[in-house]
Structures are given as structure tokens and as C-alpha cells.
């Protein structure tokens, strides 16, 4: 019994069955003939491509397809890469494009080998590998490769690790949250991966925040303050100093008056007489070493009373007492001249002088070799006493003595005696020569005195 081969549908005889059945020209040979050369006219051939301008590709095929028919299978060597949509002529029989099986344009690379089946229109290109996706270079993480309809494309997309970004500020709202954002870097990020991002504020410094407030971790300058409270007079400031009161800088205008005179003088004084001293000193700073001053010119210690102190000074002033103003008043007034408190010290001692006195003195001291030797009394003595004890068995003894100038008489007596003229004086002398006187004193004459105590008393005019 006939059959047919597989592959080409080519018709056989079978030698055991048929047997010496007639050759058939036609079925056996002609239509085998017929079928061989259609099956190798689908197979096309094999050649080189040439390019007489760019894009546009020739080739001859060996065997050479009599016509382009749709199935005929054509491989082709390309001798330069496309750069555009490619169109291949196979031996002159027109130009026909080259496309994927995607529909687009395929993409030739030099001396890169195709394989090609027309279907009638164009070329589609052979073993692609099946569907491709839409990835492209920038959808695949680098350093991997992905079939596209271009063919092995290596991924672009970078892998990041942590990352310093710097913010932009984006409306601060008031609700102590400031929004930030940034720029990522394209590409991917492995977990664990941190992307710092810092919101830049050249403004956000200590010194720009007040003391006790700390803003993203910056503490606040200690000299920072709200001056909201304070009160700043510039007249009550120093000059040469500032200050701050409501945030706005105020200069000082206080006078520095220490700076300008260590002996300020005073605007006024005043005094609260047997309590204190006021001076008034000028508007301005006083550092402490400053005196405040106003004249007193008859502040001096001789005005002031000698038992009196006035702000550190001590009086050499003298002065009288009410009590002594009385007692020499009273004294006055007993010598026969009337005085009272009431007199200035003038007048007091103008009545003082009114008073009529004899000059007086006294004294004591031991006699020598009979003779009393008197000096240094303030005046010429007129009338002379003396009192003692004489140095033999007489006893005491009151002796007055008269000097009488120019009679050069001595009268005088001496007790018990009761003589006037001299007798019987106890070894008196009686002459101006034995008893004689001067302008400030006296000597008399006794026998009887050996060294004895003698007291004596004189008056003048």
C-alpha cells in the first residue's frame, strides 16, 4: 500500500504490497518533484547583506527564491548595525521592512546573524524569546540586564545607600511644626537604608533664641532675654552704656559725674541745726569715690567752742559756760559793780574794769642767814606781811612792814609788841637799806631766822 512521507507529503510505494505495480511518472516522480521544490523555495537560502544607503539592505540567496511568497524562510548576515527601521531586498525582489514580532521595527547589530520568515508584507524576525515587557534601561536596577525588543538592555536605576539631604522650608504654620521637604535621589534603597534630610535655616543660632528655650536642640543664649518687663529711663543709664527696654537699644544720657570731678560741688545745702547737714548733689552717677561738696569757709577749729566737735572738727574755740557767765557776774556784782547773764562778754569785762582793786600776792619759803629774799611778784609791793616762827624760844611771830617812799621809813610791828615806830620789831631792820624793795619783790632782815619757814603776803597799787 502507497503512503507519504511527513515532512513533504511525498508519495511511496510499498515493494511488499504494490508490488510490481506500474510506475506512475506523474504521482511518483513529477508531484514529489513538485513538492521537494516547493518545500526548498520555502526555506529560502542563506547570504551577506550589503547596504547601498543607510537602513536599506540587499542580499542574494543561494538557492534564489524565484518570488517572495508568504512562509519563505530567508537568513541573513548583517554587515553593519541599523540606526533606523530596516528594509531588506532579497534578491531584487523589492524591498520589504524588517519587523519584530511586536509589530516595531526591528534593530540590526553588525555581523549579527537573522533569521527571517516573510509573511507576505514584511520580514519578522525570528527567535526573540517569546513576549517581551515595557521595561525600559531606567525601570531595571543596575548592573542587570532584561530582553527588550532592542534587544539585552542593562538597568540604570542606582542602589542608594544612606544619604545627607538637605529641606527646603515649606510654610511654617504656626503650630510648632515646620513642613520640609527634599529631592530624593531616583533609585532603590535596601532596607535598613536612612535618608537624613536637614532643613537649612541660617538663622536658627543660639544667639536668635531666648535664654531658657531650646528649638531643635539649640539652646537658647543665656543674654537672649525678653525685655518685655523691663523699664529702661536713658536719663537713669550711665553714658557711654546701653540697654535694651520693649527690644528697642536705648543709650545712657546719666552724667558720669565721678569721671568729671572727685570733689562734686553740691546745688544746695541745708541744716537741721543739732541734727544734720543736707548737700543736694547734681543729677548723675556716683561711682562711690565721689565727694559731694559745698563751701564752708568759717567751718575752722577756732570758731567752733573747745569742748565741741562739728563734723570731725574739734573746737580750740574759748567759751563761757551759762553757770560761768553767772558765777563771774555774781563776783562782779559783789565787788560793787551790778552784772548779770544778760551782759555780752564785752560788757562784762568793761565792768570788770570798773571794779576798784589793790594788787595782792603770797607765798612761802625758808629764810637764809636771816633774811627773806621775795622776786617775780607781779608789782612793786607797797605793804608787806609776814607770819612764821622765829628759831629761838620767842615763838611765833606776825610781822607788817610799810614801805614808805621816798621817806625811806620802814614802819611797821610785830606782835605782841604794839610800837609804831620800829622799837622793838625782834631784830627787824628799820632802814630802806636792811629791808629794802623793787619793781617785782621785797627783802627783809631778821637776826633771829636760822633757816625758819616763813610765810609771806603783799599788796600794792
Known amino acids: 500500500m502507497s503512503s507519504n512521507t511527513p515532512n513533504l507529503g511525498l508519495l511511496k510505494k510499498d515493494p511488499m504490497v504494490d508490488g510490481n505495480e506500474t510506475f506512475n511518472i ?75 514580532t511586536s509589530g516595531s521595527s526591528a534593530s540590526f547589530k553588525q555581523d549579527g546573524v537573522y533569521t527571517l520568515v516573510y509573511d507576505g508584507q514584511a520580514f519578522i524576525l525570528q527567535g526573540e524569546g517569546g513576549e517581551v515587557g515595557t521595561a525600559t534601561a531606567a525601570d531595571v536596577l543596575a548592573p542587570k540586564t532584561i530582553g527588550t525588543d532592542n534587544g539585552i538592555v542593562t538597568g ?71 525685655t518685655a518687663d523691663a523699664v529702661l529711663d536713658p536719663n537713669m543709664l550711665v553714658a557711654g552704656y546701653s540697654g535694651y527696654d520693649d527690644g528697642v537699644k536705648k543709650a545712657g544720657q546719666m552724667p558720669n559725674r565721678s569721671a568729671e570731678n572727685n570733689h562734686m560741688p553740691g546745688l544746695e545745702s541745708t541744716v537741721w541745726a543739732g541734727d544734720r547737714v543736707f548737700i543736694r548733689p547734681p543729677h548723675g552717677f556716683y561711682n562711690g569715690s565721689t565727694w559731694v561738696t559745698t563751701p564752708a569757709p568759717t567751718l ?93 624760844v620767842e615763838g611765833r611771830f606776825t610781822a607788817c612792814f610799810l614801805f614808805d617812799e621816798p621817806i625811806h621809813r620802814v614802819y611797821g610791828f610785830i606782835t605782841p609788841d604794839t610800837t609804831s615806830d620800829g622799837s622793838g620789831m625782834s631784830g627787824f631792820g628799820r632802814a630802806l637799806g636792811d629791808n629794802p624793795i623793787s619793781n617785782s619783790g621785797f627783802s627783809v632782815y631778821n637776826y633771829n631766822w636760822w633757816n625758819n619757814q616763813i610765810y609771806w603776803e603783799a599788796w600794792g597799787h
Open 26 to 100: 506523474e504521482t511518483m516522480l513529477n508531484e514529489n518533484w513538485d513538492k521537494v521544490d516547493e518545500a526548498v523555495g520555502r526555506t529560502g537560502g542563506y547570504g551577506v547583506t550589503t547596504q547601498p544607503k543607510a537602513n536599506e539592505y540587499e542580499v542574494n540567496l543561494k538557492p534564489a527564491p524565484a518570488s517572495l511568497s508568504a512562509g519563505i524562510r530567508v537568513t541573513v548576515k548583517i554587515n553593519v548595525a541599523s540606526t533606523g527601521a530596516p528594509m531588506l531586498n532579497v534578491n531584487g525582489l523589492g524591498a520589504k521592512p524588517v519587523l519584530k
Open 156 to 226: 540604570t536605576i542606582p542602589t542608594q545607600g544612606n544619604q545627607f539631604k538637605s529641606g527646603l522650608w515649606s510654610n511654617p504654620d504656626g503650630d510648632a511644626y515646620v513642613d520640609t521637604y527634599v529631592n530624593i535621589d531616583s533609585g532603590f534603597y535596601p532596607p535598613g537604608s536612612q535618608v537624613t534630610i536637614q532643613a537649612h535655616d541660617p538663622d536658627l543660632l543660639s544667639g536668635n533664641i531666648r535664654s531658657g528655650v531650646n528649638i531643635f536642640g539649640v539652646p537658647g543664649k543665656p543674654t537672649v532675654v525678653d
Open 300 to 392: 575752722k577749729p577756732e570758731n567752733i567752742p573747745k569742748d565741741a566737735a562739728i563734723l570731725g572738727i574739734q573746737g580750740t574755740l574759748e567759751r563761757m559756760t551759762t553757770a560761768e557767765k553767772q558765777a563771774i557776774a555774781n563776783e562782779i556784782t559783789a565787788k560793787g559793780v551790778w552784772a548779770s547773764t544778760n551782759d555780752s562778754n564785752a560788757v562784762l569785762a568793761q565792768k570788770i574794769g570798773m571794779i576798784k582793786t589793790s594788787k595782792y600776792a603770797w607765798g612761802s619759803l625758808n629764810a637764809s642767814e636771816g633774811r627773806v629774799y621775795v622776786s617775780g611778784v607781779a608789782f612793786r609791793p607797797k605793804m608787806v606781811k609776814l607770819y612764821g616762827q622765829y628759831a629761838n
